[in-house]
């Protein structure tokens, strides 16, 4: 029995056609800009610990954002309720009753990017769900780029733009060609276990937003 095993291999897998749920919202409210403006000074504070070494070849920040700085936390609470109305997010517990999945956040960093730099393209499998933020960008900045999709599917960049996606999808950013700074708040989603065995008679499912 112990020359039993199975060989990995990546030769013959299959190319899939599926819908993904990517969602662009804005943020809203009266306090978005004093928001954006507290982000961006964490990030600043924070300042480059990666020098270069990921997928992003611009100023990296800590990976635990939300640790540290109240700003990352709220974001992460504002993503986390934006997860759970997602497609993906309904179940049902082993009694047939439905449930939601919820969500907390496993790691966040913040980004700067200025002109001539890129991220190259990636995933952050095994994580549920990533999301990316825009503190500060122009018109002119480097888009969102999802490579895999049929026809090459890009996000330009606002300030305020939130963009959630499952965390499985690689994508990437070009080359930022325009002078003005690309300022974004980054982070990774994964499955709260304890909340979510729990059923919608213990736990209320939260409602889509107005719109969906």
């Not at 190319?15 to 009266?30: A, D, H, N, S, W």
């Not at 992460?76 to 997602?86: D, P, S, Y």
């Amino acid at each position: 029995m112990s020359n039993v095993y199975i060989k990995p291999t990546q030769e013959g897998w299959p190319e899939f056609i599926m819908r993904y749920p990517v969602k662009v919202k804005p943020l809203k409210g009266t306090n978005v800009d004093a928001f954006n403006k507290l982000l961006e000074s964490d990030i600043r504070t924070a300042g480059d610990r990666l020098n270069q070494s990921t997928a992003a070849k611009c100023l990296m920040t800590r990976w635990d954002m939300d640790q540290h700085y109240d700003s990352f936390k709220k974001l992460g609470e504002l993503v986390i309720n934006l997860a759970k109305t997602m497609p993906l997010a309904n179940a049902t517990n082993e009694n047939g009753d439905p449930r939601q999945y919820d969500y907390k956040v496993q790691d966040s960093w913040g980004l700067i990017y200025t002109k001539g730099q890129t991220c190259k393209p990636h995933q952050h499998w095994p994580h549920a769900w990533s999301f990316t933020y825009c503190v500060n960008a122009c018109e002119d900045c480097a888009p969102l780029v999802f490579p895999d999709v049929n026809t090459e599917y890009s996000v330009k960049p606002q300030t305020g733009q939130l963009i959630l996606w499952p965390a499985g999808l690689y994508h990437s950013v070009p080359e930022q060609e325009c002078g003005h700074e690309r300022i974004m708040a980054v982070g990774n989603l994964i499955v709260d276990w304890e909340k979510s065995v729990q059923s919608v008679t213990e736990y209320q499912l939260t409602p889509a937003p107005k719109g969906e």
